[in-house]
């Protein structure tokens, strides 16, 4: 199947700065990629859609001035979570849908962000 | 989208069939029935998905029944690594709709 990657899989930062997580797929062009995050022991929750070249829509509850995403090839969307705390610590995980693909979507690894 | 139910968890014995169970029962006509699991700290990882018909592909069977309002998903050898967590999910992702995970069916298959 097509492949999605994140980087980095893993990040420690301290309370107060922002990261950026990259997910890209590799082998296809993803027209709308979708950014979940898991909590332990919980399902995924959708934070936010985004499609290639517009901004992203955002699900009820979650912060766009926050957890900022910028859709801006067919291959590449980024999450920033800025000014992070210890609460934003959690399991961030992409997904892509394939352009003129009507069927699965295929998720990247995830990235484990620890805010200390 | 409509709404899943699916029994929290199930064990089953290493090499025999896994039947997970899958509520939907207010499912429109056009939103699809997914099937995806996580395995421990990795991302989701599609199996299979269908409409009305029964599919099947190298990894599962899914069995839809007549009123779609149901479906069950089979593991036809299940292995140690097929313990994960497998979620039901309907959606209209083919016009542009959403995968929204609900709880899942937490499986362990035992030696």
């Known amino acids: 199947g097509a492949v999605v990657s994140q980087h980095p899989s893993w990040v420690i930062c301290k309370s107060g700065t922002s990261v950026k997580i990259e997910c890209r797929s590799l082998?296809?062009?993803?027209?709308?990629m979708f950014w979940y995050r898991q909590f332990p022991k919980q399902s995924l929750m959708l934070m936010a859609t985004?499609?290639?070249?517009?901004?992203?829509?955002?699900e009820q509850g979650v912060e766009k001035d926050k957890f900022l995403i910028n859709h801006a090839s067919l291959t590449l969307s980024t999450l920033t979570v800025t000014s992070a705390h210890p609460e934003d610590s959690s399991f961030y995980i992409c997904?892509?849908?394939?352009?003129?693909?009507?069927?699965?979507?295929?998720f990247g690894e995830g990235s484990r962000l620890t805010v200390l | 989208d409509a709404k899943t139910t699916q029994p929290t968890s199930m064990d089953c014995a290493e090499g025999r069939a896994a039947n997970l169970p899958c509520n939907h029962s207010?499912?429109?006509?056009?939103?699809?029935v997914y099937w995806y699991r996580q395995i421990h700290s990795q991302g989701p990882q599609y199996i299979i998905h269908?409409?009305?018909n029964n599919e099947t592909n190298e990894m599962a069977s899914l069995i839809i029944t007549e009123d779609r309002k149901s479906s069950t998903l089979i593991l036809p050898h299940a292995t140690l690594r097929d313990t994960a967590v497998y979620y039901c999910?309907?959606?209209?992702?083919?016009?542009?709709?959403?995968?929204?995970f609900g709880q899942g069916t937490e499986l362990s298959v035992k030696p």
């Open positions: 997904s892509a849908r394939a352009r003129g693909q009507t069927g699965e979507l295929f």
């Open positions: 082998d296809f062009q993803a027209t709308t």
């Open positions: 985004s499609n290639e070249g517009s901004k992203a829509t955002y």
């Open positions: 207010t499912i429109s006509g056009n939103e699809y």
């Open positions: 269908g409409l009305k």
């Open positions: 999910i309907v959606s209209r992702l083919w016009q542009g709709g959403k995968l929204i």
